[in-house]
């Protein structure tokens, strides 16, 4: 008898699709067969959704709606909709949209090690090291979806390590709400480090691994000398600061202030002189008037993240600062939005045009036509730019020291 066949949507963070992955897994375990292609008809459609902030609602929802009208014209027979919009809302979900077959909320897929299908490419892969949360930022929904921090067994996570390891692959990317607090539930307060330790020990085949999503409030300075020694970590730091006027970072109940904030990034830049330093911010927080703004904005013209995500705050239900005062106007949170990433173009430029005549570590991940396409170690996957090289016989997956020729936005030009 022919296997049920089911696909699988997955939005939202990286966290999300390292989940996606461990559900496909666990589908193929009872014996249904995985379709890439959500154009064919199918047994089962799961839609993992992303449920944090207003915008990832709306895309899920919409997702989940295309999806039902496929089912009314017969292409899929049965429809799944877990991840975070499901695990908060299930319950309203439920009564308006009775057509789904099934809800499941994110528990009801432990993490754990499975070796199975990777949703990345094959040189590149996500290590997910914990779930939930500690630090309860008053803007943030993620421990009423997640709960609070659950740190994975370092001996489940140095298996999945070894195993990727084996496979070839040449990035790790470690990833969870906040890495950086990864071991404070089971009493290990070195506990981030030391895991570090093992999984570089155990990644002896791998080139890269890289650090997303930490916390500048749990990142030591042992942490910054281990960066700074390894050959293998990335210089390459993803540390989310959110703001840094003192006011609103204690309202946002950040835990760290601007002073302790300015020192850590310097401590980084002076311990790693290479490091490509990647950071969001959230822009029209309850309270943030044009002063608190400027302060912001003339601190990330100074600071100079090479790589920096910038958010409109959204207002989410079930956060302590959803009941703040005073909200800022949409159109005001959106124009300084644009004012942030117009700069933040020229800190790029200044920084790709530093890169020209230098040779940089660059995996090569795809080939169009006569293009190689890739990432240096200075991108995460699908949030930065890319390397386009114009140059024959390079093969898929390996990583070369490249010279860049050229730039244009985000993206580098190398031969
Ligand atoms: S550290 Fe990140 S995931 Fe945790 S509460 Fe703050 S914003 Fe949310």
Redesign the pocket.
Known sequence: MAKKTFSIISLGCFRNTYDSEVIIKRFQNKGYRYVCEASQALDLMIINTCGFIEEAKKESLTLIREALSLKRKGRIKRILVSGCLSQRYRNELRKSLPQVDEFKGVEEFEIGFESGLKLTTKNSAFVKISEG?I???SF?A??LIKGSLKSRPSKDIIREVRFLNDRGVKEINIIG??ITSWGKDLGKSRGFSRLLASIEEAADKVSWIRLIYT?PKHFSSELIEMIGKSAKICNYIDL?IQHINDKILKSMNRGISSDKLISLIKKIRKTIPKVALRSSIIVGFPGENNKDFQELKDFLKFIKFERLGVFVYSREEGTRAYDFVPQVHPATKKKRQRLLMEQQKDIVAEFNKGLLDKKISVLIEERQNSTFIGRSEYDAPEVDGQVFVKRKGLKIGHIYQLKITDYFGYDLIAE
């Open positions: 949360c630090n309860c930022c943030c993620i421990p709400q906040d916390h989310p």
